[in-house]
T-cell receptor, first 112, second 114 residues
């Protein structure tokens, strides 16, 4: 089955630790995205990547980092510089600009 | 820069009635795409409908239709014959043709009452 896999579904970390969220897709899509969603809020774009080895900052990139070494993978690292990292993180991919994005199931990160 | 505005934080609708969710956008691009997504309480994002800026006809997908008014820069979603399973958060989104950036509005929570 083609799709996007995010892991883990739930993640707990201590304050001050970096944590990496995984996102893998087998849809052969060029573009991949990371969004953050706070309770009852909309999706805010963190980073996106149009091709391998290239990515752009979204609206809230501070405190986050990404890499795109392979077409299938777009991991997101939440660094200790992110002031309030507890949130729901969604990864997505799309084939062409004006086509729908496909989403993973999300990772709920809790920092204690 | 793209901006999506959804002004209705929450709405209640009676089962079997229609509901209209508002979405306005701001862009300097002539060509762009507009999307609506549904997010149930489980958190998954479900694609509902797409409208291209040059499409002359309003998009429809089953019980979903998009009321596209280009001059007003609005792309309202109409859900006909509401069902209990339509209770969810709904997001409007926009992308530009030469940029893969995909931006979302703040969302509208719809609650369908029996």
């Amino acid at each position: 089955d083609g799709g996007i896999t995010q892991s883990p579904k739930y993640l707990f970390r201590k304050e001050g630790q970096n944590v990496t969220l995984s996102c893998e897709q087998n849809l052969n899509h060029d573009a991949m995205y990371w969004y953050r969603q706070d309770p009852g809020q909309g999706l805010r774009l963190i980073y996106y990547s149009q091709i391998v080895n290239d990515f752009q900052k979204g609206d809230i990139a501070e405190g986050y980092s990404v890499s795109r070494e392979k077409k299938e993978s777009f991991p997101l690292t939440v660094t200790s510089a992110q002031k309030n990292p507890t949130a729901f993180y969604l990864c997505a991919s799309k084939d062409r600009p004006n086509t729908e994005a496909f989403f993973g199931q999300g990772t709920r990160l809790t920092v204690v | 820069a793209q901006k999506i505005t959804q002004t209705q934080p929450g709405m209640f609708v009676q089962e079997k009635e229609a509901v209209t969710l508002d979405c306005t956008y701001d862009t300097s691009d002539q060509s762009y795409g507009l999307f609506w997504y549904k997010q149930p309480s489980s958190g998954e994002m479900i694609f509902l409908i797409y409208q291209g800026s040059y499409d002359e006809q309003n998009a429809t997908e089953g019980r979903y239709s998009l009321n596209f008014q280009k001059a007003r820069k609005s792309a309202n979603l109409v859900i006909s014959a509401s069902q209990l399973g339509d209770s969810a958060m709904y997001f409007c989104a926009m992308s530009a043709p030469n940029d893969y950036k995909l931006s979302f509005g703040a969302g509208t929570t719809v609650t369908v009452r029996a």
